[in-house]
């Protein structure tokens, strides 16, 4: 009779244990800076973009719908929509912080890098341009959702190529203006 008890208490607790939902893993804080939004989401976002439309690459530089499987089209939405939130969120982020103190950047104490405190003060000096720029990547993820919906190939081709220089253009606003001049002396931007 002990044994019984023993072994029911055993199973009782094993089932206890076994039925309990499953505690939900800690969800990481949504980012707080300029920084944290670009290495944490943008650019996970637009690596998984480029890594889909590299693989399915054609002779003229475009998306080989023959090389797109249903996953890829389903992967690639996915991507978009994912960057579409995030830089939405990123454009409505207030205050605007480059980084938070003493976080280092990417080239950070690299002759000729911008240093936090640069690219705080680009920040300050156009929020608005910031945050439309923060808007047309918005859109420009939208519109890669739409195309990947569709399995446009011929848009999606064009918005991935297209995509780097929507990144570009906020870059050299805020992070390397200096090179924006000299792109503009080299007549790679118009005056």
């Known amino acids: 009779m002990q044994k019984t008890y023993v072994y029911m208490l055993a199973l009782a607790v094993f089932a206890a244990g076994c039925s309990k939902e499953k505690q939900a893993e ?5 980012p707080t800076t300029v920084h944290e939004f670009m290495v944490e989401r943008i650019d996970p976002d637009a690596d998984a973009i480029w890594a889909i439309g590299n693989a399915a690459i054609s002779e003229n530089a475009s998306i080989d719908p023959a090389l797109m499987t249903d ?3 389903t992967d690639l939405k996915a991507a978009a929509d994912r960057m579409a939130g ?6 409505n982020l207030d205050p605007l912080l480059a980084v938070k103190p003493g976080m280092k950047i990417a080239d ?3 002759e000729g890098a911008p240093s936090p405190a640069m690219i705080q003060a680009h920040l300050e000096k156009d929020t608005d341009v910031f945050r439309a720029l923060a808007d047309s990547l ?4 939208t519109d890669l959702s739409a195309a990947a919906a ?8 064009r918005l991935i190529n297209e995509m780097d220089g ?3 253009s ?11 001049e000299l792109m503009k002396k080299m007549g790679l931007l118009p005056e």
């Open 26 to 30: 800690p969800t990481k804080p949504e």
């Open 71 to 73: 996953k890829n089209w």
């Open 86 to 91: 995030h830089a939405r969120a990123l454009e």
């Open 108 to 110: 950070e104490g690299t």
């Open 138 to 141: 918005t859109t420009h993820g």
């Open 150 to 157: 569709k399995k446009d190939a011929v848009t999606a081709g």
């Open 166 to 168: 929507v990144c570009e």
């Open 170 to 180: 906020c870059h050299l606003e805020f992070w390397y203006p200096e090179q924006k």
